[in-house]
């Protein structure tokens, strides 16, 4: 007899591969002129923003399933606005790539996720270059230029939009952690749409108005409002379906979900779209891109996994002198809506890889000091 909790752990991976592989064939299909034809990426962007903003404002506020945060007006001028601004422009970015480039290559590019990640990091000085991980990242950027030179219909254009999204979101996800953490605001899949939905939704507006409105009114494109609203739907069920995985696997099972992914998505997209061929070198490059892209969630998930060790794991004289100087303040208490070091783990730093489009998800950790003094020790 097949185990409920194992049966409900498959399906809920299950359910985040195929709602994060729908969702990117499904604006693939949208915004191609071969297809749908609805060559305005804003304009699709800000339908998604709009339509979660609403949900989570009726979550929050009329069913009151979740509570709302303790949101004063400077931690919104400092933190969400600036968060929501570079979640807006690696949407935009990334969508507008659809129009230039195909899902596989695409897909392929993503790989530099990491890399742009370690960057900014560390031009924000919220981690250090150590050399394990940066002959990772050297291999996963020789990876990505093999998959690229690989590339039959390569295109600067797309190919410059889907990297500028990438570092976007990169930014986005270091900022988090520096701007919310020193707040120590944690949000939740529904509040973090609820605060930030709406205040894309008014970046995007910007840009929106400049580019895409008067080609809208011009084109004349007839509105189907099933189409928008079941890709809505879509997007808003991929934020919900992370949240499921996240509450019931470890790092290490959502990473190699999403490796898993990723595959399917190429090889899918190449028989949705025919015009999508993929190369020998193609798949080479990524194959290469790819190992670094594991090892580097291996060093990252070791790394989550030593700073939260229990006071039992350390050597007994640190142990004891710590227990003199701090006894139990200094070790760390998950939140209890987080019930495991697997979950924590994902949310507690900005290298997480597996970001997915529509996905704002807010990063939050606590390390003890027991904790932050191992990780100095061994980046030194």
């Given amino acids: 007899m097949i185990n409920k909790s194992l049966f409900l752990t498959y399906l809920y991976l ?4 195929l709602l994060s592989s729908g969702v990117i064939l499904y604006n693939k299909w949208v915004l191609s002129p071969k297809y749908f034809s609805f060559p305005f990426p804003i304009t699709l962007t800000m339908i998604h923003m709009g339509f979660s903003g609403a949900v989570a404002f009726f979550l ?3 069913f009151k399933v979740v509570a709302p945060v303790k949101m004063t007006f400077e931690v919104y001028a400092t933190c969400v606005i600036p968060i929501s601004a570079f979640f807006a422009s690696s949407l935009w970015f990334g969508n507008t790539a659809y129009l230039h480039i195909s899902v596989a290559f695409i897909q392929m590019l993503k790989a530099l996720m990491p890399v742009a990640t370690l960057i900014m990091a560390v031009l924000c000085g919220t981690d250090k270059l150590r050399w394990d991980v940066f002959l990772n990242m ?13 590339e039959i219909h390569f295109n600067v254009i797309g190919t410059l939009y889907q990297v500028t999204g990438i570092f976007a979101e990169a930014l986005r996800l270091v900022l988090t952690q520096v701007l919310l953490q020193k707040k120590g605001l944690t949000l939740n899949p529904i509040t973090s749409l609820y605060y930030i939905a709406p205040c894309s939704f008014a970046f995007l507006f910007v ?7 008067t080609d809208m009114e011009v084109s004349q494109i007839q509105f189907n409002f099933w189409i928008f609203f079941s890709n809505a739907i879509c997007a808003l069920a991929l934020n919900f379906s992370i949240f499921l995985v996240i509450a019931r696997t470890g790092a290490v099972t959502i990473r190699v979900a999403g490796v898993l992914k990723d595959w399917i998505l ?6 949705i779209f025919p015009e999508s061929a993929i190369t020998g070198l193609n798949i080479i490059g990524y194959a290469i891109a790819l190992c670094g892209v594991v090892m580097y969630n291996y060093i990252k998930v070791k790394d989550v996994k030593a700073s939260q060790l229990p006071p039992e794991s350390i050597p007994e004289r640190m142990n004891k002198d710590w227990r003199l100087e701090k006894k139990s303040s200094d070790v760390f208490v998950p939140d209890n809506n987080i019930k495991d070091d697997a979950r924590s ?23 003890s000091y027991i904790a932050r003094s191992q990780l100095s020790s061994r980046d030194a």
């Fill in 345 to 367: 783990s994902r949310f507690s730093s900005t290298s997480d890889t597996n970001v997915d489009e529509e996905a704002p998800l807010m990063a939050s950790s606590r390390l």
């Fill in 207 to 213: 840009p929106w108005y400049f580019l895409e409105k």
């Fill in 60 to 62: 929050v506020r009329v």
């Fill in 14 to 17: 299950l359910i985040y591969i």
């Fill in 138 to 150: 050297l291999l996963v950027s020789v990876g990505v230029v093999i998959s690229s030179y690989g």
């Fill in 266 to 271: 190429i090889a899918l997209s190449t028989v």
